[in-house]
């Protein structure tokens, strides 16, 4: 039986004391199904782990002006300064990606956040719309900054089936719980809610990832760096969000371990799967037969490998056992960017905490 009661319910009735003290109610606090009122009390709290995410993600501010496009403006206008299939490679990696965050800002706020009863982990889910909106933002300047026709990069998947058909996807995905009726409750229910979950952990941690590896590969071989560092200050945010939606879906596990039936398991691990696999076939057709040192097969083999690092943040085992390709990427990625002296300026005096993540 579910516990919850719906914001509205709370305040339906006429007034009636309850002896239901604060922490009675926090107590009875779920990331689904809970108990809320509404009224995003944060102290103390059920969640704390949402709220570090919360004030983690405050500490990575940043603004997509502030990235300095100039080089990439001389190299794009210099008809030897990429070539014909980079160019092409990078204007469906930015199509791409600027479809799946505008697609990314719209599930959370529609699909996701009206049915979270845990006021902090709604805090995360708020900042990260914010932040999708931010990346919607980014893929605008880099458009002007190149004066890229919009129509080759918004407008590519009426055009380019793959890109259309990866779209498709990916919306029906995330739809599966867009229906304005549906509600948590039930085990079927809560279980496609937490499918939407870990959906969410293959849109932030395995679809985003080819078009960002291009990003990194062009600026390795010293093209289109402002480009690139744009990339990576959304990749830091991608990074956070995946942490999100992986203590999210471990949490509702923890709180309703009846829904983690071995047949939900292989359905699970099947997304992943289709996920890798989407993502590859994608790369691939964008790629060719490379750029750069980056081959369809190298590409297979990252993929595999995150898919992997996917399955086991969420307590399922490996499918692959491939290994990294590109040992390199963790300087574009991960803490070795202090050493790179990476995010200077502006952001760096945000950074008030320390930049592991
Ligand atoms: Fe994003
Ligand atoms: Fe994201």
Known sequence: MSESVSKRELFQNEFGESTMSNIELINKRRVINGVDDGLMQVSPLKHPWAYEIFENMIKNNWVPQEVPMQKDVEQWNDPKGLTDQERNVYKKSLAFVSNLDGLQTNNLACNIIRHITSPEVVLGIVRQTYEEALHVQSYATMIEALALDPEDVYGLYRKDQDLFEKNKQV????????????????????????????????????????????????????????????????????????????KITNAIKEEQPELWTPEFQAQIVQNVKDGVELEYSWGASCMGEGILGLTPNSLKEYLQFIGDMRLIAIGLPKVWNSKNPFPWIDEYTQGSMIEVNFFEGTVKEYQTGSLEW
């Open 171 to 246: 919306l029906a995905a995330v739809s599966k719980i867009s229906d304005p009726t549906f509600q948590t409750g039930t085990l079927k229910n809560d279980q496609m809610f937490l499918e939407a979950c870990v959906g969410n952990i293959i849109l932030e941690g395995i679809y985003f990832y080819s078009a960002f590896l291009t990003f990194y590969v062009l600026k390795r071989n010293n093209k289109m760096p402002g480009s690139a560092e744009m990339i990576q200050f959304i990749n830091r945010d991608e990074d956070v969000h995946l942490q999100l939606f992986i």
